[in-house]
Structures are given as structure tokens and as C-alpha cells.
């Protein structure tokens, strides 16, 4: 629940021991390692899933999902745990309406996705009047996520990670070839695919972690742009459930990325991947305006 700043609540240890891990993986350059304990997992099976939702049953699925998604986060909205101040360069958005585009964003919650889902909703196609809501016409950002997520991630984030128009990733190289057809499928049709180039989730780590090479992989090889967008934070006067101050969010869409057809694949990739982490340092350092260091 949120609390007063004249009473603040007490700090979870075990959120302190992930943020004291925080700093121990960036001072030993371990980017993309996952901080928090993730559960048992298993591989995905050929066909189990069904990456564009063909089958009936999983159209409804997602229907609901997103309409279940949709309250929750009117309901965080309204208890000051989820907090959207704003967007800035957004208009940039209009122009990829039509267009198919890999978007990266840095990965601090497991929700941060959807704030990128109410600033890109106007510019998806088709929208209601509230975000997220199935509308004929629309389009909604997929989203590339790991496999142990959709396979074996327990709780309320199970139907998330299997309804909310993801794409997981596989151990399996049959998989993949879903996987990769899946992905080529819906940046032809214009859609929009996040993909976390950081890989793992810092809790409200506001730093850029350096960039792994997928997403400029798959946008290379599938011609369609990058779309950089880095979400700054700001604490409230708002506390969670584990007494840190609520985040307010501010997504910042930054200049897209497009591969030359001149240079070969590898060279693209490196070049893309650069280009983005350097943007994101930019918006970090005229935002919160320090210098990016990081702990050695």
C-alpha cells in the first residue's frame, strides 16, 4: 500500500540483498546475469507454443489477458504503485504506424513493458479510448522474453507471459525456427517486437547496461529499424510493498536505427548496437544530468 513520506516504511531485506547484488554484478561487468532467483525451469517442446496465435483458444486467451491487464494496471494507476508521468519524442512514433521495427528498452520491472504499451497505443493502428483493449484493426507490440518465463514462471505472471502477445525464446534449434518465422511473420505485418538487449531484470536500475547483439540481429536481417526508447525514473512520495519509494516513469523515444545495406551483417549489428547504447547514455546524462559511471 502507498504511505505517507512522514512514515516510511520498513525496507524488505531481501530487496536490499538484491539491490547489494546489483552492485556487485555491475562492478564485476556481469550485465546480463539475472539478479533475482529465477525457478526451476524446462525447455520449450516443438508446437507447444503457439507463437502467432492461430488457434482459436488462444485468441481468446489473450482477449481476456490483456483485458485482465488492462484493470490491473487502472488499479496500480489508482493506488500510486504504477505512475506514467509522460513520454518525450513520441511524435517520432507516427512515422512507423505501418512499419514493422524492433524496439529496445531497458529492463527494471516486470511491468515496464506495458508503460511502453500506453505511449505506443495511439500509433499502433486502430485504438480505443483506454490502451491495451482488443480493438478490430489494432496492432500491439510483441514481446521476446526468455523461455523459463513462459514454461515455468509461477503466479499471477503466468498468464502474462503466455497471453500478452509474447515470443520466447528456445534452447531448442527446432523451436527457434518457430521462434524466428513467428518474429519474421509480425515485423511483416507491421507490428512492433521488444526485445531486452540487456537480457536480465535490475530492479529499478536506472543505469544503460551494455547491449547484447539479438535485436540488431533480427532487425537486420528482417530491414526494418530500431526504435531505442530508455524509460528514466524519478521516486515519489509513493511507497511499495517492499517500502521503496514508487518509481515515476518518463519514456523517452529516441532517433530509430536503421542497418546499411552497404555493410555486411556483422558489421551492422556492432554499429546498431553501439549506436543505441549511446543514445541511451545521452538521454541517462542529460536526465538525470551526472556523468554515467559505473562501480569498479
Known amino acids: 500500500m502507498a504511505a505517507e513520506t512522514n512514515n516510511i516504511p520498513e525496507k524488505n531485506p531481501e530487496r536490499i540483498k538484491i539491490l547489494e547484488r546489483i552492485d556487485e554484478y555491475e562492478r564485476k561487468g556481469l550485465w546480463t546475469m539475472d539478479v533475482q532467483d529465477d525457478p526451476p525451469t524446462r525447455p520449450l517442446e516443438p508446437g507447444e507454443c503457439d507463437y502467432l496465435r492461430k488457434k482459436l483458444i488462444n485468441k481468446i486467451k489473450t482477449r481476456v489477458t490483456f483485458k485482465k491487464v488492462l484493470q490491473m494496471i487502472e488499479q496500480l494507476s489508482d493506488a500510486h504503485q504504477f505512475i506514467l508521468k509522460g513520454a518525450v519524442g513520441d511524435e517520432k512514433l507516427a512515422q512507423f504506424k505501418k512499419q514493422g521495427a524492433i524496439v529496445t528498452c531497458n529492463h527494471f520491472n516486470a511491468a ?97 547496461r551494455p547491449l547484447t547483439p539479438g535485436a540488431f540481429r533480427f532487425a537486420a536481417e528482417n530491414n526494418v529499424p530500431v526504435i531505442p526508447v530508455f524509460i528514466t525514473m524519478k521516486d515519489s512520495e509513493f511507497f511499495d510493498g517492499d517500502g521503496f519509494p514508487v518509481q515515476e516513469y518518463t ?46
Open 112 to 208: 515496464d513493458s506495458f508503460a511502453l504499451d500506453i505511449v505506443f497505443d495511439r500509433y499502433l493502428g486502430r485504438c480505443s479510448k483506454n490502451p491495451l483493449r482488443m480493438t478490430p484493426g489494432r496492432k500491439f507490440l510483441w514481446r521476446v522474453i526468455r523461455e523459463g518465463n513462459y514454461t515455468s514462471n509461477p503466479g499471477i505472471y503466468t498468464p502474462l507471459f503466455q497471453n500478452c502477445n509474447t515470443l520466447p525464446l528456445a534452447s531448442s534449434f527446432a523451436v527457434m525456427k518457430e521462434f524466428m518465422h513467428a518474429l519474421k511473420t509480425v515485423l511483416k505485418r507491421g507490428e512492433k517486437v521488444i526485445v531486452y538487449a540487456e537480457q536480465g531484470m535490475w530492479v529499478n536500475y536506472r543505469k544503460p
Open 251 to 296: 519514456v523517452h523515444v529516441l532517433e530509430p536505427i536503421y542497418a546499411d545495406k552497404s555493410k555486411s551483417l556483422k558489421e551492422n549489428v556492432e554499429e546498431m548496437k553501439e549506436n543505441n547504447y549511446q543514445q541511451w547514455k545521452k538521454c541517462y546524462e542529460d536526465t538525470y544530468g551526472i556523468p554515467l559511471t559505473y562501480l569498479k
